[in-house]
């Protein structure tokens, strides 16, 4: 079946360092891949997405690749801030449904 | 515009009684349902989904069931709480399309004494 990898934090960084949390999947055909943010105490939101090989999804800063040869979705930041201390998880919907498969979420902490 | 709402955010409820969660969403129509449980410190377990009216599938085999009374209202029970039932429940809904994200709501927070 599906399935999401995603890198185990937490992620220590200091305020204005790089950020990648590593991503990779297994699924058959064309799956739609996607990143949530959970900030504390609260639910899950969309942070960006990408449905195609090769589309790139961005917002807020953060980008990720949809890489098919590699099955691979990176999250990235060129300058993390305080506030984007979250709990980070990629996820993905097959080609022929949309039930979606969650990673195991990534804690990211940001120190000033 | 779409939303979804899901109360009570919080709860606190002894072992061996009833439970009964609430989700609701607004400005669509036949939305897929998705109950998930999140324990302290991990990720996401998908409990229940839902296509449409009284379609129910579960993921888990526990001791929780849902149910989907309307199109846009799905409800997480339980006759009689577990301490193993404490975490944090998400509602989420998502277009019948393919390929498309789900939304989620602000979680309750279950603590079972």
């Known amino acids: 079946g599906d399935s999401v990898t995603q890198m185990e934090g937490p992620v220590t960084l200091s305020e204005e360092a790089f950020l990648t949390i590593n991503c990779t999947y297994t699924?058959?055909?064309?799956?739609?891949l996607f990143w949530y943010v959970q900030y504390p105490g609260e639910g899950l939101q969309l942070l960006l997405k990408?449905?195609?090989?090769?589309d790139k999804g961005s917002n807020k800063g953060f980008e990720a690749t949809y890489r098919k040869e590699t099955t691979s979705f990176h999250l990235e930041k060129g300058s993390v801030q305080v506030s984007d201390s979250a709990v980070y998880f990629c996820?993905?919907?097959?080609?022929?449904?949309?039930?979606?498969?969650f990673g195991g979420g990534t804690r990211l902490m940001v120190k000033p | 515009s779409q939303t979804i709402h899901q109360w009570p955010a919080t709860l606190v409820q002894p072992v061996g009684s009833p439970l009964s969660l609430e989700c609701t969403v607004e400005?669509?129509?036949?939305?897929?349902l998705y109950w998930y449980r999140q324990a302290a410190g991990r990720g996401l377990q998908l409990l229940f989904y839902?296509?449409?009216?009284?379609?129910i599938s579960s993921e888990v085999p526990q001791n929780l069931s849902a149910s989907r009374p309307q199109d846009r209202q799905f409800i997480l029970s339980s006759k009689k709480l577990l301490l193993s039932d404490s975490g944090f429940y998400l509602c989420?809904?998502?277009?019948?399309?393919?390929?498309?994200?789900?939304?989620f709501g602000q979680g309750t927070r279950l603590t079972v004494v």
């Open positions: 400005g669509t129509s036949n939305p897929n």
């Open positions: 699924a058959t055909g064309y799956p739609s």
């Open positions: 990408a449905t195609k090989a090769d």
């Open positions: 989420a809904w998502s277009a019948g399309r393919r390929q498309t994200e789900a939304f």
């Open positions: 839902s296509v449409g009216i009284g379609q």
């Open positions: 996820a993905l919907t097959p080609n022929a449904g949309n039930m979606l498969t």
